[in-house]
C-alpha cells in the first residue's frame, strides 16, 4: 500500500480471499491463495507461541490451539526455525519464539513504540485521575499488560501486573480489545476461553457477548463488582492507522469512586489519549486519518 494513500474505511482484519471454487480458478490464483494461507498460518503459529512467554508450547499444543493439522504445524515451525522467529528448548523441546522478533521488535520500535509511548500517556492518566491504569494488547487468544500506573488513590486490589497476561474477554480491560474484532473472530476468543471461566461465577459467554454489543453500542467498556471485589473500570480500544484494534487503555479504581457522571469523564479522557496514539501513528506513518469501519462509532469517540 501507498503510504501516501488513505486506508480503505472497511477494514477486514483475517479477511479469506473470495474464490469462485476450487475447480474453476486460474492455476496462478490456486497459487497466489495457496501462499496466502501459508502466511497466514505461519502467523496464527506464532500468535500462539507469544502466549507462551519462556515456556514455550509443544507441538501437540500449538497444533491444538491454531487449529492445524500437526503435520501442518510441524513444517511450519521448520520454517520459521530456519529464519529465527522461532527457537527450541534444548531440553524440554518445547517451541518458543525466537531472536528474530526481537531484532523485528527493536527496528519497528524506531517507527512506533507502543511502550514508550504509553509511558507519557498513563504518566497523564494517573495524574489526571488518581486512579490505576492500564495499557495493554492483545496477544492471540489473551490480553498482554504492557504497562500500568498507580494513582493517589491506592487501588486494594489489582489483579494484573506488567507483563502478565488475562484471557480475553474477562474484564473491561480486554473487552475494550475484542469488541471492535469482527464477528467471527470474536466468537473464537470466546468459545476458546470458556475454557478459563470456570473460576469467574458472574461471568459466561453470553455475558461476554452481551459486554460486547454494549461496548460497541456505547463506545466502550465497562465492569462494575466484577467478582464481588468492589472494583469498577472503564476502558477503549487504541487503534492503529488501519483501524485495528491493537491496544486498549483501562481506568481500575474502587466502586464508590466510579459515579455514572465520573465515568463519562473518564472515558472522554481515554478517548482523548487514545485518539491521540492513533493520530501520532498515522502521522509517523505517512497515513491520513482512517474513517471507523462501523456507523455511528466516530461519533462516540
Not at 463519562?264 to 501513528?281: D, G, H, M, Q, Y
Request: glycine share 8%.
Amino acid at each position: 500500500m501507498d503510504a501516501t494513500k488513505t486506508p480503505p474505511a472497511h477494514w477486514s482484519y483475517g479477511e479469506k480471499p473470495a474464490l469462485a471454487g476450487a475447480d474453476a480458478a486460474p492455476k496462478a490464483g490456486k497459487a497466489a491463495a495457496e501462499g496466502v494461507q501459508s502466511v497466514r498460518r505461519a502467523v496464527t503459529v506464532l500468535n500462539v507461541l507469544g502466549s507462551f512467554g519462556r515456556t514455550g508450547a509443544s507441538v501437540a499444543k500449538i497444533s491444538q490451539l491454531s487449529q492445524l493439522h500437526k503435520a501442518t504445524a510441524h513444517r511450519i515451525l521448520g520454517a520459521l526455525l530456519g529464519e529465527g522467529l522461532v527457537e527450541q528448548d534444548p531440553s524440554s523441546r518445547n517451541y518458543r519464539l525466537g531472536a528474530r522478533i526481537s531484532v523485528l521488535n527493536a527496528l519497528m520500535g524506531q517507527q512506533f513504540d507502543l511502550r514508550i509511548v504509553g509511558q507519557q500517556v498513563l504518566d497523564r492518566l494517573a495524574e489526571a485521575t488518581g486512579d490505576a491504569i492500564y495499557l495493554g494488547v492483545r496477544t492471540h487468544f489473551d490480553g498482554l499488560c504492557l504497562d500500568l500506573r498507580e494513582g493517589e488513590h491506592k487501588v486494594p486490589v489489582l489483579r494484573l501486573r506488567p507483563n502478565e497476561c488475562w484471557p480475553l474477554g474477562i474484564g473491561a480491560f480486554s473487552i475494550a480489545l475484542i469488541a471492535f474484532l469482527p464477528d467471527e473472530e470474536v466468537d473464537a476468543i470466546i468459545e476458546h476461553n470458556a475454557r478459563y471461566l470456570g473460576a469467574q461465577r458472574d461471568i459466561t459467554p453470553s455475558y461476554i457477548r452481551q459486554q460486547v454489543d454494549s461496548t460497541r453500542a456505547c463506545g466502550h467498556a465497562a465492569s462494575r463488582n466484577l467478582g464481588n471485589l468492589g472494583m469498577a473500570a472503564v476502558a477503549v480500544p487504541v487503534f492503529d492507522p488501519l483501524w485495528r484494534p491493537i491496544a486498549s487503555l483501562c481506568i481500575t479504581t474502587t466502586l464508590e469512586r466510579l459515579s455514572a457522571e465520573r465515568e463519562k469523564e473518564l472515558v472522554n479522557l481515554l478517548w482523548a489519549e487514545s485518539r491521540a496514539i492513533t493520530t501520532n501513528w498515522c502521522e509517523l506513518g505517512g497515513f491520513s486519518r482512517p474513517i471507523t469501519w462501523r456507523k455511528g462509532l466516530a461519533s462516540s469517540i
